[in-house]
């Protein structure tokens, strides 16, 4: 009997360590998570992490829209298989957890909100010239 219940035992313990194995198809590590989005707001004039069905997000997105930036990413978080990571990674630069959250030229501007404001003033269009995004 014990002797069952040891290989019952085995067996789970087996199907624990290979279920938890990473394969091929899983998503990369969080240094490479962390990685990428840093290498994506680094490489752009203009990064943009959105999400698809984010009101606030789409608001972001049509403001900058008349600019015409030249050089803009934007990451659509929730089609991203690391989006969790992504984000958590991105609280750690911006402060925040929440989308959108727009960098120009490697440095956190704000989210809709923040960006709004600075449109209103005229800073967000300075800002993009600075950067030679516009």
Do not use: W
């Amino acid at each position: 009997m014990a002797y069952k219940l040891s290989l019952c035992l085995f067996a789970l313990c087996s199907i624990h360590l290979s279920l938890s194995k990473p394969s091929a198809h899983e998503p990369s590590s969080r240094v490479d998570v962390d990685r990428d989005v840093d290498r994506d707001i680094e490489s752009h004039k203009v990064t943009v992490f959105s999400k698809t069905y984010c009101p606030f997000s789409k608001a972001l997105k049509a403001l900058l829209k008349p600019y015409s930036i030249k050089d803009i990413k934007v990451v659509e978080l929730d089609l991203q298989e690391n989006m969790h990571e992504m984000q958590d990674h991105l609280q750690t630069l911006s402060g925040i957890h929440t989308v959108p959250q727009l960098f120009i030229k490697g440095k956190f501007v704000g989210n809709f909100e923040e960006t709004e404001l600075k449109e209103e003033t005229g800073e967000l269009k300075k800002i993009l010239r600075s950067a030679g995004a516009i």
